[in-house]
């Protein structure tokens, strides 16, 4: 089954997996703030942006670039590493 659906865009899984992520990441405010700061989001920009595909690239790409949170954000949501990566590039195709 291809990751892409009929219209072109990212099968569903891979946004609801990236707001999964973004719902842990927010869950620690050393983590979130670091978040914000990375992607030059502030807390009423990341609401509002929070359906956007290039905001849930923001979050997938964040984790991917820091192992220890890839890690713990994969164990957290019950999924592999991998599929984090997967869901990146998914929304990214």
Partial sequence: MSAIGP?????????VLSLAALGWLLQDADRADRFLSL??????SLRAAVGEVATQVA?????????PDLMRASEAL???PEELIAALKELKA
């Fill in 59 to 67: 979050v997938l790409e964040f984790l991917s670039n820091h192992e």
């Fill in 78 to 80: 019950a999924v592999t």
């Fill in 39 to 44: 992607t030059g989001l502030d807390p009423d």
């Fill in 7 to 15: 219209s072109g865009e990212p099968r569903p899984e891979a946004a």
